[in-house]
């Protein structure tokens, strides 16, 4: 099998694997919803969204670090990862054993407190699991991560189910949370090592060798956390958990479509890595263009179609309690598309080595979105949330796309760009004129009014996401 196609391959794995996973978590969430109602749900979002903000502050960029320097030529790679997988046990270690101690100084219910101590550790393999994914990277084998991590859903579909049917809490949900969890590092881990064994190393030169790669991202990351987290957090001590719920059943949605991007850069960056590495600036930027449209392709109808549904789709979702959820969808679906843009631009910052140049971006929005939080949770709740939320992401958006471009000269196609537009705009008028229709028939006529209108309009080339998944120098030359 060519090496082209084998990225290919598990790009499309992974995609098909994300819906599948996605479906399960949607239905999760639309049983945890109906049976917990707002405040319940609220508490469960409080406990997830905590527990969340140390397991990224626990990465520390060490995922993203780990896949670029095992992508380089020449690297002794399980020295690397056993190294890389060490420190991050020890730093995991010493910040979940923290997160339960630090959650008493919170004015959360007694429940919430005790679902953050039982699901602690769980998120310590969560972490691990992703630092373990850059092995699957490099080799190709990236689709295992997604297997993993469906089976985990399914574990914790079926241990909510159990639990709704018992009728048990909500220490349930977070019970079935963990074990979820735990299933997809232990998945990830074993697959991991067929190819290779995972030891663990305590170099003092190699940690710091990789602390000096992956500082940069961390810092930025550790920045980034009071923007990305901030709100729900914020969100849970100044207002009900009645409202959390709320807040947090459209952000879940939101959790679901972002993914997709970092799915697709991720097994980009090697070959941009490689590119930039060789100096082959031509061949960098027409991946980033490829990558560029591939995400827009994407990005534009899912905000357009989220801002026609959200209401609708929030009461499927979540039940008709959840309905005034669609809300805050659509506000946050701005913060969506800028998510799929500013992971282009980040990537391509790691893949030049300049993560550096995360800090200010994200230091500078911090600095700004971190007061008014504050100020627009406490005098609109939620609402306010969302709105700070779709300016963070817009902000970070342009200063990285200014600050690349700068470097690298990129400029995207805008001809093809305005083939998305357009076709969007097809699309949601659609949409608007079968407001009557049931929320799922309408989205079907909307994916299917896109397809048309894009493939009226000349669309875009299968060759795009090929071209920048494709390694330089690789051709169909055989394994």
């Known amino acids: 099998m060519s090496v082209k196609r084998s990225i290919l391959g598990n790009t499309a794995f992974q995609i098909g694997g994300k819906i599948v996973a996605v479906a399960i978590g949607i239905l999760t969430v639309a049983v945890m919803t109906r049976y917990l109602g707002p405040e319940d749900y609220g508490q469960f979002t409080t406990v997830l969204s905590y527990l969340q903000f140390f397991a990224i502050a626990a990465g520390f960029g060490l995922p993203l670090a780990l896949t670029r320097m095992i992508s380089k030529e020449g690297t002794d790679e399980r020295r690397v990862v056993a190294n890389v997988f060490a420190l991050r046990l020890a730093s995991g270690l010493v910040i979940f054993g923290a997160a339960p101690l630090i959650a008493l100084a919170f004015p959360y219910p007694g429940a919430v407190k005790i679902g953050i101590a039982i699901g602690a550790l769980s998120f310590l393999a969560l972490t691990l699991s992703e630092t373990l994914k850059g092995i699957l990277q490099k080799h190709l084998t990236a689709w295992k991560s997604s297997l993993a991590e469906t089976a985990g859903r399914l574990l914790m579909f079926g241990c909510v189910a159990g639990a709704v049917a018992s009728g048990f809490g909500l220490l349930s949900f977070v019970l079935a949370l963990s074990l979820s969890n735990i299933l997809q590092f232990g998945m990830t881990y074993a697959m991991a090592r067929k190819h290779g064994p995972i030891g663990l190393k305590f170099e003092r030169p190699a940690w710091t060798e990789t602390l000096v790669e992956t500082w940069p991202i961390g810092v930025s990351i550790l920045f980034n956390l009071l923007y990305l987290k901030g709100d729900v957090v914020i969100l849970s001590i100044m207002r009900t958990q009645a409202e959390v719920g709320l807040y947090g059943a459209a952000y879940k949605v939101l959790d679901v479509l972002v993914s997709v991007p970092y799915i697709f850069m991720g097994l980009v960056l090697p070959p941009l890595t490689a590119a930039w590495s060789r100096a082959d600036r031509t061949g960098f930027n027409h991946k980033l263009s490829q990558s560029f449209d591939f995400l827009a392709l994407i990005a534009v109808p899912l905000m357009a179609g989220g801002f026609a549904v959200a209401s609708d789709l929030m009461a499927l979702v979540g039940g008709e309690e959840f309905r005034s959820s669609g809300q805050f969808l659509a506000i946050l679906m701005i913060g969506m598309l800028a998510v799929y843009w500013h992971a282009l631009y980040a990537h391509a910052y790691v893949a030049m ?102 493939y009226a309009l000349g669309g875009l080339p299968m060759e795009a996401m090929k071209s920048a998944l494709a390694r330089p120098g690789v051709r169909n030359i055989s394994e």
């Open 353 to 454: 080595g300049q993560q550096r140049k995360f800090i200010w971006v994200f230091a500078t929005n911090a600095i700004i979105c971190l007061p008014l939080y504050f100020v627009l949770i406490g005098k609109f709740g939620a609402l306010g949330a969302a709105w700070v939320t779709a300016f963070s992401e817009l902000f970070v958006a342009i200063a990285v796309t200014v600050s690349v471009s700068k470097m690298t000269g990129f400029v995207p196609d805008l001809k093809r760009l305005a083939k998305i537009v357009i076709a969007t705009a097809v699309m949601f008028a659609l949409l608007l004129a079968a407001a009557r229709l049931h929320v799922l028939v309408r989205i079907a006529l909307g994916m299917a009014s896109y397809a048309l209108a894009l």
